[in-house]
T-cell receptor, first 114, second 117 residues
């Protein structure tokens, strides 16, 4: 059974810093990995999708890397801003078993300090 | 196109009542998913449709839950005889399935927050 873990569970950083969020998964047989953002009480916004054959994806200040063999992904946020405060979730679609659903981690709650 | 739309945004009900949620996916998307999220947890898969066919249901989906997607467009999720443990955010997502699992990107709605008193 695929399990996704995100560390840390919460992170508080000063504005302007570069930061890294971590995601690990137990089964390396995946189709893709996605990073989402969730604001309090709201739905999920897709940030980046990395296919299993790719090693990274970039969008603006965000860069996500994937090391499938070690079961790890990182989300790098450059020059953090107040609007970056949110919960960041990673999720994978596994290529074995139930390959139609996303398995999510519990998320990292990011709080920006002024 | 305004994305995935879910109604209502919030629903408060008494234990034992029936509730129904609606999801309108992105118009050209052929797959539609339902997830449930409780506080401090990531979303958990409930069920999904490809066009109008419901292809899989999670063990989380007891027989009090039923989902439909008539004509492969909007979907409804009904919970009968609600229990306090049903309180959660119910999220809908849609995607355009081209046969390439690696490239399937899900777009989520804002969710329906259910509170069972």
């Amino acid at each position: 059974k695929q399990e996704v873990t995100q560390i840390p569970a919460a992170l508080s950083v000063p504005e302007g810093e570069n930061l890294v969020l971590n995601c690990s998964f137990t089964d390396s047989a995946i189709y893709n990995l996605q990073w989402f953002r969730q604001d309090p009480g709201k739905g999920l916004t897709s940030l980046l999708l990395i296919q299993s054959s790719q090693r990274e994806q970039t969008s603006g200040r965000l860069n996500a890397s994937l090391d499938k063999s070690s079961g790890r992904s990182t989300l790098y946020i450059a020059a953090s801003q107040p609007g970056d405060s949110a919960t960041y979730l990673c999720a994978v679609i596994s290529s074995g078993g139930s390959n139609y659903k996303l398995t999510f981690g519990k998320g990292t709650l990011l709080t920006m300090n002024p | 196109d305004t994305g995935v739309s879910q109604n209502p945004r919030h629903k408060i009900t008494k234990r034992g009542q029936n509730v129904t949620f609606r999801c309108d996916p992105i118009s050209e998307h052929n797959r539609l998913y339902w997830y449930r999220q409780t506080l401090g947890q990531g979303p958990e898969f409930l069920t999904y449709f490809q066009n109008e066919a419901q292809l899989e249901k999670s063990r989380l989906l007891s027989d009090r839950f039923s989902a439909e997607r008539p004509k492969g467009s909007f979907s409804t999720l009904e919970i009968q005889r609600t229990e306090q443990g049903d309180s959660a955010m119910y999220l809908c997502a849609s995607s355009f399935w081209r046969g390439d699992r690696g490239g399937e990107k899900l777009f989520f709605g804002s969710g329906t927050q259910l509170s069972v008193l």
